[in-house]
């Protein structure tokens, strides 16, 4: 009995599929793209500004008790005075002023480390350049308040007593820096040297280092992704397809061509394709020739 054609045109051989046509191949899966995360408040140049002004003021203002700590651990120098506001030192090669000089470059350098660990932990929207440059210039002039307050310790009594004492009486100088101080450049620049510039260099090492192993390619911390992003699509070993950004919930339609792969959403699996037609045998190898028999006669050459 025929067949009914169900085609509008009428042509049915264009329209019959052979069963020895193999199935076509579905395109492959395109996994759904990751949310990217929302762009972060625009700065302004004003309070960017304002925040780093204050916060170099409160680290040049920590400068006092880091002062106070260094005339409390440095030595004073015992001296000799030889006249009027003059006096020399008591001994050949004391070793006060060498250790007054250390303890500054050690708690300096200690105070750029822990100032800079604070600001790139307390001010996380303000990390980079406008950080490092914070940090540095808060460092100096914690410096310059820390060496300023410490020497002033007891340096008036040590004046009252070197103009007063009569010549040979021996004193206690406070301590002082050595190694570092200001210098007048052109007689009216004045720049820091020395030790004096440890505390912004300590800044400046420990904050460049934590921009350099930070997570985060802006240095601010970023909305960490789910987790379930991380699946592979489908079509890969161990894939599941994931629904779309905008699909409610349901289902997704499972599709074939990915033979062993999940790719239905909640348990959905496709089927690999299947073919009516016999797989063909592999032709047989053609056979080496026979060697020739012994003593049989050479064919002519030539």
Same mark, same amino acid.
């Given at each position: 009995?025929?067949?009914?054609?169900? /085609?509008?045109?009428?042509?049915?051989?264009?329209?019959?599929?052979?069963?020895?046509?193999?199935?076509?191949?579905?395109?492959?899966?395109?996994?759904?793209? *990751?949310?990217?995360?929302?762009?972060?408040?625009?700065?302004?140049?004003?309070?960017?500004?304002?925040?780093?002004?204050?916060?170099?003021?409160?680290?040049? =203002?920590?400068?006092?008790?880091?002062?106070? =700590?260094?005339?409390?651990?440095?030595?004073?120098?015992?001296?000799?005075?030889?006249?009027?506001?003059?006096?020399?030192?008591?001994?050949?090669?004391?070793?006060?002023?060498?250790?007054?000089?250390?303890?500054?470059?050690?708690?300096?350098?200690?105070?750029? *480390?822990?100032?800079?660990?604070?600001?790139?932990?307390?001010?996380? !929207?303000?990390?980079?350049? *406008?950080?490092?440059?914070?940090?540095?210039?808060?460092?100096?002039?914690?410096?310059?308040?820390?060496?300023?307050?410490?020497?002033?310790?007891?340096?008036?009594?040590?004046?009252?007593?070197?103009?007063?004492?009569?010549?040979?009486?021996?004193?206690?100088?406070?301590?002082?820096?050595? /190694?570092?101080?200001?210098?007048?450049?052109?007689?009216?620049?004045?720049?820091?040297?020395?030790?004096?510039?440890?505390?912004?260099?300590?800044?400046?090492?420990?904050?460049?280092?934590?921009?350099?192993?930070?997570?985060?390619?802006?240095?601010?911390?970023?909305?960490?992704?789910?987790?379930?992003?991380?699946?592979?699509?489908?079509?890969?070993?161990?894939?599941?397809?994931?629904?779309?950004?905008? !699909?409610?919930?349901?289902?997704?339609?499972?599709?074939?061509? !990915?033979?062993?792969?999940?790719?239905?959403?909640?348990?959905?699996?496709?089927?690999?394709?299947?073919?009516?037609?016999?797989?063909?045998?592999?032709?047989?190898?053609?056979?080496?020739?026979?060697?020739?028999?012994?003593?049989?006669?050479?064919?002519?050459?030539?």
């Amino acid at each position: 009995m025929a067949t009914p054609c169900a /085609a509008s045109d009428g042509n049915c051989e264009d329209h019959r599929v052979s069963p020895e046509t193999p199935a076509a191949e579905p395109p492959a899966p395109v996994p759904p793209a *990751v949310p990217q995360p929302p762009p972060g408040p625009p700065r302004r140049p004003a309070r960017t500004l304002r925040f780093g002004a204050l916060t170099a003021l409160v680290m040049g =203002l920590l400068g006092v008790p880091l002062g106070l =700590l260094w005339a409390a651990l440095a030595p004073a120098t015992p001296v000799i005075k030889s006249a009027p506001g003059q006096a020399v030192y008591g001994q050949a090669q004391p070793e006060q002023p060498i250790a007054a000089d250390g303890w500054f470059s050690l708690l300096g350098l200690g105070f750029g *480390v822990l100032a800079a660990l604070v600001v790139w932990l307390v001010l996380r !929207h303000y990390r980079g350049p *406008v950080g490092l440059v914070v940090v540095v210039t808060g460092g100096l002039a914690a410096a310059l308040v820390a060496w300023q307050v410490g020497r002033r310790i007891g340096l008036g009594g040590y004046e009252r007593l070197l103009e007063g004492a009569p010549d040979g009486t021996r004193l206690a100088k406070p301590a002082d820096l050595r /190694a570092g101080g200001i210098e007048m450049v052109l007689g009216v620049l004045p720049v820091p040297h020395g030790n004096l510039l440890l505390p912004a260099f300590g800044a400046a090492v420990a904050y460049t280092l934590l921009a350099g192993w930070s997570r985060w390619p802006s240095l601010r911390p970023e909305p960490e992704p789910d987790p379930a992003w991380f699946v592979p699509p489908a079509g890969f070993p161990g894939g599941v397809a994931r629904p779309p950004l905008d !699909h409610p919930g349901g289902p997704v339609p499972p599709s074939a061509g !990915h033979p062993g792969g999940t790719v239905g959403y909640l348990g959905g699996t496709a089927q690999p394709p299947v073919s009516s037609e016999s797989a063909a045998p592999w032709p047989a190898p053609p056979a080496a020739p026979a060697p020739p028999a012994p003593g049989a006669a050479e064919p002519p050459r030539g």
